[in-house]
């Protein structure tokens, strides 16, 4: 009976209420560590996520620039038959229209040259890395 009293004495609901309220800061401390961690991973990613995008955009425009060809631009319209688009490399001195694709065949250009691209750019980057 008198272990019974003992602990619900108001020192030992202050021990205990004290030991709680530790407690509950030690969780609050940890979900809030946990939150940063995410944040920062979550941060990394993004990052990851826009230096891939750069480097494909500067394939891409590589491997446009190859098929369109030096001294041109592209432009791109809607064929006038259908809901396809037309590909057109227009001289810039000129304006004349030195090439024209279909979607279709521009598209697998593209897809072949970039190929190209990527094998030139990972052997930039290998010389780099042994230079």
Sequence with gaps: ????A???SPSARAVRNDAFEQSGELRREA???NRRT???RELARVDESRARSVEHLAELREAVARVVGANTRLSISRATNSLDFVYRAIDIHTGEIVNEWPQDVFVELIRGVREDVRTDVD???MLDHVA
């Design 1 to 4: 009976m008198e272990v019974n």
């Design 6 to 8: 003992l602990s619900h």
């Design 31 to 33: 979900l809030a560590e």
């Design 38 to 40: 995410a944040s920062e």
């Design 123 to 125: 052997a930039g980057l």
